[in-house]
């Protein structure tokens, strides 16, 4: 048995796992071993608060942020240095890019790409299969899917 096996089966007693893997085989391996089991992958550098809460199979990268109150679901990627700030929603399957970051209060609907730099402001609600251009600055709701980009962000091909 690997020594990857063995971490995940000592510390999957309590069902919640978090593993941070710096080899790509070892991930590899621990995914193989491990196929019917979702997991977290949390970054050692990464800062989580205690009262978020993590769905399942979520991979937080270096230096992010996962700040007080926010709710994840399942399948979410926060890349390295994107920040979820304080009571934040997001749906299941969306992706973070780099230096991200999501504002106090943000709802963001499932299956979104957002870019990375890209700044939501609080209180803002994003619908879901939306995607966010990098360096795009979100100021007001975005309530259908399509491709966004800019300063205000607009819907790519609006009014052009």
Sequence with gaps: M????AAFRASSASGDLFIALQDAQAKARLSAECAPALVNLIHPSAVVSPSAVL????FVGAFAFVNMDARV???VVVN???AIEHDNEIGEC???GTGATLSGHVHIGSFTMVGAG???KPGTRVAGGVTLGAGAVVVRDVTEP???VGNPAELLGAGR
């Design 73 to 75: 679901a399942d399948g």
């Design 2 to 5: 690997s020594a990857e096996r």
């Design 80 to 82: 390295s240095r994107a």
């Design 118 to 120: 890209v700044t939501i």
């Design 94 to 96: 969306v992706f973070l």
């Design 146 to 148: 399509g491709v966004y």
């Design 55 to 58: 769905s399942r199979n979520i």
